[in-house]
Structures are given as C-alpha cells and as structure tokens.
C-alpha cells in the first residue's frame, strides 16, 4: 500500500500547489505508516520533490501529453495507483486538478472529497474537512470506499520541507486513442501578469472605483505588492474588466495570504469566495460597509485618496526592505 | 439534437447557512431554493441551441418533491421537459449514476451540466456523469458550439483559456461565460402559464452506492474585530502587515 500524489507542472516546472500537495501527503503517509509516490507529466528535473518528503517519482514522459488533457492524465494516475497499490490518491485543487479528479475517482472506483482543508480528522474510518456552502461552512465527510481520492484545497495547508532520498523510475502508462476525444487548438496564457491562480497576494476593486479608467492605481499598487488584480461581480458584468478576475461564489474563489478589497461593499456572495484567504484589508468611504465585518485591517476613506498613497508608502518600504 | 440540462436545488446565494440535529443536518428553515447558479448558464446556452438550431431541452434533478419548483422554474424559462429522479442526494457518485441512468435512456448528444453545485461544492456530478457514460468531457466551460456532430468549447484554464474541439456525444462542466449575465433568462407570464401544462416524469433511482457521507458541519470561529487604521496613517497599515500579520 502507498499514497500517490498526482505532481502538477505546467511547461516543465512544478506549480507550488505541487510542494505544499507533497508536504500534505508526507504528514498523511507517517499517520498511516506508508510511503509518498508523486506521478508528473513531462516534469522535467524532478529531483526538487526530494525536498518535500516524496519517496518515489513516476515519471512519465511523451509527447502526447505536451498539452493538458484530462482523460488521458486520469489514465496516467489510475495506472500509477493501481501499479503502487495506492489507496489514497491525492490531487491538488487547479483547474487542472478538479477537472481530472472525478474521472480518476470513477476510474478506481473510489470515493472523492474535493476542497479538503486540513489533515485527516481519523484515518479509520477515513474523515476529512472540507470547505463548503461556498467557504460558508465546513462538512466533515467521511470516505467509505477502500480506495480515496482528495482534492487539496489551496493555501490550506502549506508548505513544510522534509528531506528524502528519492527514487525516480520511468513509468510508461498504456494510453488509448479515445483518451485524445478532447483535442486541444489553442492555448492562450496571461503572460508577464501574476494570475489569481498564482497569486499570493490579490488586490481588488469594486464598483467603488467608478470607471475602468481609474484601474490604473489598483494595477499599480498589485505591481509594487508583485499581487494579481481581481474585481467584485457588477465590475466584470459592466465590462470594465475581464470575467477571469472576478472573484467570488460564482467567480473565482480566493485563499491567498493577503486579500486587499477597494471598493467593494461585501456582499455575502463575494465574501463567499474570498474568505479562505488568510488576511484581509478593506479601503472603503461608508464606514458601514459589511466588509468591515470579516476585515483584518480597515480604513475608512477615500480610495482615491489612500490608494496612490499606499502605493507611494509601500515602493519606500520595498526599497528601505529588499 | 437532445440537451439534457442537470439542474442542481440549491439555497439562494444570499442564504444565512445554519445546522441542526447536533450539527448533523442542514437547516432549511427561512431557506429559498434557486437553480444552481452555474446551472443557470447551461441552461440559457441551452434555450440558445433550442431557439438556433431547434434542439430539444430536457432538464432533470435528482432530488425529493420539494424541489419540483425548481424544475417547474427552469420549464417556464424555456425546457421542453423536466424529469424528476425521486431520491435525496446525498453523494456526488450516486448522483451522477442516477444522472447517467436518465442519459443513458434518452440518448442525448448534450449533456450540459454547472462545473459544481454551490451548497456542497463538490465539483465532481459532471466528470463522474462523463465518465460513466464514456463521453467526451469539458469542464469550466466558458463558451460552446455545435455543428451537426462536433464541437468546439472553450475551458478556463488558470490564468488563461484553452480552445478544444470533440465530438458529440458530450458533458460539459458551465459556468459563467458560458452566456452573458444580460442574457439570463427570468420566467415571464406566459412560461409560468405553459410550464403548467409541461411534462414532468418522476422515475425512482437506481440502485447506487454512496462513496461518501457528510457526517456533521461546522461553521468557521467567529472573527476578531477589524483593526482601523487612519488615512493619515498608512505607514501604520504597513507595519501591522509586515510585523504583525506578517505578509509582506
Ligand atoms: C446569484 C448571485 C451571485 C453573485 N455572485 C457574486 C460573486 O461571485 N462575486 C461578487 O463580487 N458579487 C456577486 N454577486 C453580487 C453581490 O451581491 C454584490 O452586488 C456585489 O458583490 C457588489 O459589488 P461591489 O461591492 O463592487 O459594488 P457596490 O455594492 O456598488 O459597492 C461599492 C462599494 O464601494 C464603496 N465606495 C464607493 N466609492 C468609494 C470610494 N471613492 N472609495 C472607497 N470606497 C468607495 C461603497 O461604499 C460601496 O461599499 C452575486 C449576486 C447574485 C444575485
């Protein structure tokens, strides 16, 4: 028996959410007395995992899989596991991720909990916690099927290094033709911009700015913070920015380090998506403004007042810290 | 072509989340039911192919009586018909296997369904459905069109997009982007007047096992009170960040 971790890179290189998915599967591989596997696509060097406490690296390498395709990496996973014997499967929660984990799960007949938030609760039976009800509330679910898949949730758990020596061994699934249905035409990345993805820290806007015109300080204070920008709903909806950056219960979900809110009121929706983020900073005139509530850090003003002068305050910091 | 549209029974966005039973059961009093919002875009593009290329819309829920409203709603939007698996969902793969049940037996290219339901946020009724049907499968779908059997979807990938062509028969994940915010549908008179008349079968579920169970809820520690910084302070907000909070 093992635990096999499904290490995402994109272009060659581990994404984050693949080390902090590594440190999780250490912790729940000492709790059930196995070894961690960890299965990467096209990965390049994988010798980086070695820090995070992976034991084994299956490594697959062909050229069909240049581009993400779901069914055929849940082929790559299932195949993996079955050849480990895994019975705990562990993904992340990319886009990527949540797109191929429900196959996987079918493809083993196992149970599947997705936005896991911590450690297993108990391990026999087998109970974790996951955000739900939009980061309303948490539902503790238990997985009853021998074999277990898990969805990390982002940011949830971090990342712990943990020293071991590490195997590599070439692992060559067998694929079908009918796992390539899903053809891939194009990709079309946001480059030289931090993703909200990605991001450790996002600054936002809301209807409060008034125009598309005036996003030019919140562009400016995300660069100084090296942040992704991120909008309220109506924004996305009036057109002043893309639909990729709104956040919230039917937009993106955020669980970043640092959430600055300009702008923006706080809705219950809104709040849904960005309440897993760890501290959160609202700039906005009605000092009434629900967001207050679930603030760590408030000011109470004009946004068009504070925000260059944050942004001025913050490039003295940087430099006075770098 | 025949569009299947999963219609999740979701409480209203705005609702106050509260347990009972000992923390065991959700609470549904004072609770409104809506159509699960990223449901809602698959069923606006789906009206769409019905209105532009004369497909035909079925809508199912896997759920008690309680959530035939739901289903009625999205008739007075525009589905042709609406079945109703008679049975509390209380797992992602027994969900799907029902779903697949229905699909299975009405031989639809499409199936659209909501890239997760926002009570339980599960996230997998759509890749659990596909692969059981062994159909081709695009999740976060932001926009999709059909001629005769292929297809073509954009997917939302993080930070960007990705363009993909398939074929038919398909599941989709929606979400917004899908349609336009504008060009949702709300039910006019006269739909709430045919979706009466409209045919709602109820079928009882298929044998299913559960994977999973919720075994008890928790609602997040309440927070600490804000801490106000002055506007004429702002050196202060960067110092609580940086020595207290410690993120920058
Ligand atoms: C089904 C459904 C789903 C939804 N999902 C989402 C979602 O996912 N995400 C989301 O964001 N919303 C969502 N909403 C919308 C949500 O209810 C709110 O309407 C929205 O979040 C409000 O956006 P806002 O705060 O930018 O705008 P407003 O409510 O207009 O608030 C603007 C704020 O800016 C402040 N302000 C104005 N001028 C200034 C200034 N000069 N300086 C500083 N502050 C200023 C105001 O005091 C106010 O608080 C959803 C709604 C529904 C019905």
Redesign the interface.
């Known amino acids: 028996m093992s635990l096999l971790i499904y290490a995402e890179s994109v272009e060659g290189k581990f994404k984050k959410v693949a080390f902090e998915l590594a440190s999780y599967a250490k912790k729940v591989a000492e709790s059930l007395g196995t070894s961690v596997t960890a299965v990467t696509v096209n990965a390049g060097d994988v010798s980086e995992l070695s820090k995070y406490g992976v034991d084994k690296v299956l490594k697959v390498t062909n050229d069909k899989l240049k581009n993400?395709n779901?069914?055929a990496y849940a082929d790559v996973i299932k195949q993996a596991a079955q050849k480990e014997n895994a019975k705990v499967i562990l993904l992340s929660s990319?886009?990527?991720s949540?797109?191929?984990?429900?196959?996987v799960?079918?493809?083993l007949d196992?149970?599947?909990?997705?936005?896991v938030v911590g450690l297993p609760l108990s391990t026999s039976p087998f109970?974790v916690?996951?955000?739900?009800?939009?980061n309303?509330?948490?539902?503790?679910?238990?997985?009853?099927?021998d074999v277990k898949v898990l969805?990390l949730a982002k940011n949830s758990y971090g990342v712990f290094e943990s020293a071991s020596s590490t195997s590599q061994e070439d692992f060559s699934p067998s694929l079908n033709d009918a796992d390539f249905?899903?053809?891939?035409?194009?990709?079309?990345?946001?480059t030289g911009k931090v993703?909200?993805?990605?991001a450790d820290?996002v600054v936002s806007g809301g209807r409060g700015l008034k125009g598309p015109e005036n996003w030019g300080m919140i562009e400016e204070l995300a660069s100084v913070?090296g942040a992704a920008t991120a909008c309220s709903k109506p924004v996305s909806?009036l057109g002043w920015r893309p639909?990729?950056e709104?956040v919230g219960?039917?937009?993106k979900p955020v669980a970043t380090?640092?959430y600055i809110a300009v702008g923006i009121s706080g809705a219950?929706?809104h709040i849904?998506g960005i309440?897993s983020s760890?501290?959160k900073?609202?700039i906005n005139s009605d000092a009434e403004a629900p967001f207050?509530?679930?603030?760590?850090?408030?000011?109470?003003?004009?946004a068009f007042?504070?925000v260059p002068?944050?942004t001025q305050?913050?490039k003295e910091?940087k430099a006075q810290?770098s | 072509m025949k569009i299947l549209v999963c219609i999740s029974h979701v409480p209203d966005t705005t609702s106050k989340i509260n347990f009972v039973n000992g923390d065991t059961e959700f609470d549904t009093n004072g609770v409104q039911y809506v159509i699960n919002p990223n449901d809602e875009f698959g069923l606006t593009r789906a009206i769409w192919f019905q209105e532009q290329q004369s497909a035909n819309v079925t809508v199912v829920n896997v759920g008690g009586a309680d959530t035939e409203p739901t289903l009625r709603k999205a008739l007075a939007i525009g589905a042709n018909e609406a079945i109703r698996v008679n049975a509390t969902p209380t797992d992602g793969f027994f969900v799907a296997k029902q779903l697949a049940e229905v699909a299975k037996n009405g031989n639809y290219d499409l199936i659209i369904c909501g890239k997760e339901s926002l009570d339980y946020n599960g996230g997998m009724v759509p890749g659990m459905l596909a692969s059981l049907l062994d159909a081709n499968f695009v999740n976060s779908c932001i926009d999709l069109k059909v001629d005769g059997n292929s297809a073509k979807a954009i997917r939302e990938i993080d930070g960007g997009k990705e363009t993909v062509s398939t074929s038919l028969p398909l599941v989709i994940g929606g979400q917004k982007g899908l349609v336009e915010e504008k060009d949702l549908r709300i039910p006019n008179m006269r739909g709430i007047m045919t979706a009466r008349t409209k045919v709602l079968t109820v079928l009882e579920p298929v044998a299913a096992d559960n994977k999973t169970k919720s075994v008890k809820f928790e609602k997040p520690a309440p927070k600490s009170a804000v801490k106000l910084v002055s506007p004429d302070n702002l050196d202060e907000l960067i110092n609580l960040l940086h020595n207290e909070a410690k993120v920058i």
Not at chain 1, 110 to 115: K, P, T
Not at chain 1, 181 to 190: C, G, I, L
Not at chain 1, 195 to 198: E, P, S, Y
Request: proline share 1%; net charge neutral.
């Open positions: 993400f779901a069914k990319t886009t990527d949540l797109y191929l984990a429900p196959i799960a079918v493809g196992a149970g599947f909990a997705s936005n109970q916690k996951r955000n739900s009800f939009s309303k509330a948490f539902t503790i679910t238990e997985i009853e099927s969805g249905n899903v053809k891939v035409e194009s990709v079309d990345r946001t993703t909200i993805a990605d820290i913070l909806d639909h990729s709104h219960q039917t937009g380090n640092l219950i929706q849904a309440n760890k501290v900073v609202v207050f509530k679930v603030a760590d850090y408030g000011v109470v003003g004009d007042d504070i002068r944050l305050k913050l910091f810290n």
